[in-house]
């Protein structure tokens, strides 16, 4: 089975600080995806890279950043976390690239807050 | 761009009922619509799929049907059990496009009441 790691279940942040997200994928996907989920706003495209080295912006990058320099991790990183970020953060991983009917495999998320 | 509304928000049924999750997209070369459950504490996993050349697609207690005309699909669980508890979402994409493209719905909560 495809396993997606997310480094941490719950992170407590400081407004202000540098904050990462860490995922990992074991199966050689070239897909790499991060999401936020907020009750009523479901899931939100934050970042998503097709290739190592490689980043596109998805639908709500603002205030984000990324960085892909293994196949196999793809990390978040709030460059001066605020507290409209508390939020549940999902990563996930498909392929072939480009393909638009390949599965999406989510780790279990990320609860951030922010105070 | 897509836009895909899901309704309702909240659904309670009676264990061994059927539950029925509608959703309507706005754009018209969408072409693939999957599903996706999300159980308390893990990350969503697809549970059924269905392309814009089929109408209808079963599998077990399961299946999901498209009207491409209205421009709406449905999931449709019969004889629900306790693990079909869970958050539900639907999604659509066009064809040609990476998964990027992917819009989702907002969930709908699905309670199976003993």
């Known amino acids: 089975d495809v396993k997606v790691t997310q480094s941490s279940r719950y992170l407590v942040k400081r407004t202000g600080e540098k904050v990462f997200l860490e995922c990992v994928q074991d199966?050689?996907?070239?897909?790499m995806f991060w999401y936020r989920q907020d009750p009523g706003l479901g899931l939100r495209l934050i970042y998503f890279?097709?290739?190592?080295?490689?980043?596109e912006k998805g639908d709500i990058p603002e205030g984000y950043s990324v960085s892909r320099e293994k196949k196999e991790r793809f990390s978040l990183i709030l460059e001066s976390a605020s507290t409209n970020q508390t939020s549940m953060y999902l990563c996930?991983?498909?392929?072939?690239?480009?393909?638009?009917?390949?599965?999406?495999?989510f780790g279990n998320g990320t609860r951030l807050t922010v105070t | 761009g897509e836009n895909v509304e899901q309704h309702p928000s909240t659904l309670s049924v009676q264990e061994g009922d059927s539950a029925v999750i509608k959703c309507t997209y706005s754009d018209s070369a969408s072409n693939y619509f999957p599903w996706y459950k999300q159980e308390l504490g893990k990350g969503p996993q697809l549970i059924i799929d269905i392309r814009s050349n089929v109408g209808e697609k079963k599998d077990q207690r399961i299946a999901v049907t498209l009207n491409k005309t209205a421009k709406h699909f449905s999931l449709h669980i019969t004889e629900t059990q306790p693990e079909d508890s869970a958050v539900y979402f639907c999604?659509?994409?066009?064809?040609?496009?990476?998964?990027?493209?992917?819009?989702f719905g907002k969930g709908t909560h699905l309670i199976i009441q003993p």
């Open positions: 996930a991983s498909s392929y072939p690239s480009s393909s638009y009917n390949s599965p999406l495999h």
């Open positions: 199966m050689d996907h070239e897909n």
């Open positions: 890279s097709y290739d190592v080295k490689m980043k």
């Open positions: 999604a659509a994409i066009s064809g040609g496009g990476g998964a990027d493209g992917l819009t």
